[in-house]
């Protein structure tokens, strides 16, 4: 069975592989976006965040014999302990200047971690290994479907989808939206604003530790993994709209797609095709698909 000329399986599989990427894409932009959304903060330091997680899990699981899945669980959580400690020490005193001085400190730390992580490691790629649970392969019929790339897509959305309806669609969002805006009015109702702030910062780190855990069977754990992706996820962020969490979630999965499908028709166009969309979007809507016209 042919698609488009091209065999079905080569196509579904092309489409399988950009919908696992553009998982990635969503939730390492999802932290971008809850970060400057709600903090006003262009977190450059996101990709060397998902390279720690994922490090994190090997030397748990290599160093300590825990499994994936206590990793799973912990890494998110020693990263965004990580991010606590950034923001309560460094970033915390840039939040009412220009946005470039955060941008410029979040890249000195991505250096910095990417730096130690190379003296230790080097910038060759650790192996590692996939969860027995999640081993093997599911015949669809129409294309074999590896375990675990399907759960990285259930997993990724699951998350991604339960932070929207946390911030969009609860009291605690209520209070973190008004709390960026006006500050002293929310705090006038007992609400502890700074503590507040710290928490989402330190949130929206572990969700880029989640998603290098997620990443690490799949992709050798490097210390350079992070930023060889973040690039791309910056343009994610400015197609969805700079803030927007829902714009961050739809525009990763579809551009991950439009990526994986630019490799069946397309391939030497599937490494530019992303920018592509960016500059055609910004010239038809700077403010991004989902973002807000000031």
Known sequence: ?????????????????????????????????????????????????????????????????????????????IVGALGIVIEKTMLRWLYKLDHLYGLLLTFGIT????????????????????????????DLGFMILPNYRGWVVVASLLVCFSTWYVIERTKLGAYLRAGTENPKLV???????????TLTYGFGVALAGFAGVLAAPIIQVSPLMGSNLI?????????????????????????????????????????????LVMVIVLLLRPAGLFGKEK
Do not use: C, D, K
Request: glycine share 14%; aromatic share 14%.
């Open 231 to 275: 690039i791309v996820v910056f343009a994610v962020v400015v197609i969805g709209g700079m803030g927007s969490i829902m714009g961050s979630i739809v525009t990763g999965l579809g551009l991950g797609v439009i990526e994986g499908l630019t490799r069946v028709f397309y391939p030497e166009f599937s490494s530019t095709v992303v920018f």
């Open 1 to 77: 069975m042919e698609l488009f000329g091209y065999p079905l399986p080569v196509v579904m599989s092309q489409l399988t592989l950009g919908l696992v990427n553009g998982s990635f894409y969503a939730m390492l932009s999802l932290g971008l976006a809850v970060i400057f959304g709600l903090l006003n903060v262009i977190n450059f330091s996101h990709g060397a965040m998902y390279m720690m997680g994922a490090f994190v899990a090997w030397m748990g699981m290599s160093y300590l014999g825990l499994s994936y899945w206590a990793m799973l669980l912990l890494a998110p959580f």
């Open 111 to 138: 250096l910095l971690v990417e730096g130690v992580f190379r003296s230790f490691y080097g910038v060759s790629g650790q192996p590692f290994e996939t969860p027995e649970l999640l081993q093997g392969a599911t």
């Open 187 to 197: 705090e006038a109702f007992g609400v502890n604003v700074p503590l507040m702030v």
